[in-house]
């Protein structure tokens, strides 16, 4: 997933999910440099995503376990897994499949319309400057411009 | 969104998905550094999410504009944009709304099982090594490991 290939933070969460909690299996589930690794760990619980509990003392060591909000960002990952599966999967198919325990099938996340249910897509859907929009911006021309035509 | 500091990727698109298309456009709307956005353009291009549309010659000018592969990504920018609005929106409320065209409600994207259409969590849902899975990783015990404890 070369388009991915800078985005080691979801990919740290999704080894997360997995059940992965040390550095060095992290580090070595995903191959990635040490420096890096450390620098997104540090950023995830910073963030709050990721929260460090020490399970040995002297030295200090640690597993670095979901928050609430770590775990909240499942549908974003599942998301992803579905959109790569569609257009980057190879002829094999999914390297990982999602298993809904709840109802009981193989399932992928799909994301829809929180009030009708039907699938949300660029075609139907309009995104608009909300409450939280920097009223500087909102001024802007430039800005209003792009609210006014999107590609869709 | 200090989180998503690297993830220029879908900030781009993301902005392409407003009705952006020139150079000078996203580089003014994201406050980017050129050179990056230069590259990140580039990727786009190549992994087929943006197409380069020539709209002046001599010198050639292009736009960007999103291909049915780009287009597909929006359901992954709206469930990014709802764990947004939930983990780091400020006490004015999100700064981009959805409005779905199609049955004509305020919205946001949620992810949800394919299969029963109840939300999916990570607290509902197994993630098992699919077909398209690495065999070489498959025998790992590392990864088998991995797979028989997730945290869920």
Redesign the interface.
């Given at each position: 997933m070369?388009?991915?290939g800078?985005?080691w933070?979801p990919l740290v969460l999704r080894?997360?999910?997995?059940?992965?909690?040390r550095f060095d299996?992290f580090q070595?589930?995903l191959g990635i440099a040490r420096n890096t690794l450390a620098d997104r760990l540090r950023?995830?619980v910073d963030?709050?995503?990721l929260e460090k509990q020490p399970y040995q003392t002297d030295p200090v060591r640690h597993d670095y376990?979901?928050t609430e909000?770590g775990?909240?960002?499942?549908?974003?990952l599942?998301?992803?897994a579905?959109?790569g599966d569609?257009?980057l999967?190879?002829d094999?198919?999914?390297?990982?499949?999602?298993?809904?325990?709840?109802?009981g099938?193989?399932?992928?996340?799909?994301?829809?319309?929180?009030?009708?249910?039907?699938?949300?897509?660029?075609?139907?859907?309009?995104?608009?400057?909300?409450?939280?929009?920097?009223a500087r911006l909102e001024e802007d021309p430039?800005?209003q411009?792009?609210?006014?035509?999107?590609?869709?």
């Open positions: 070369d388009l991915l800078d985005w933070t080894d997360a999910f997995y059940g992965v909690r299996e070595q589930g950023r995830l963030e709050g995503l376990v979901l909000k775990r909240d960002f499942f549908g974003v599942a998301a992803m579905r959109w569609r257009w999967a190879g094999d198919g999914p390297p990982i499949t999602f298993h809904h325990d709840r109802c099938h193989e399932t992928h996340g799909e994301v829809v319309c929180a009030q009708c249910l039907e699938p949300l897509t660029a075609e139907d859907t309009s995104m608009r400057p909300g409450p939280g929009y920097p430039e800005v411009r792009r609210f006014a035509g999107r590609q869709g």
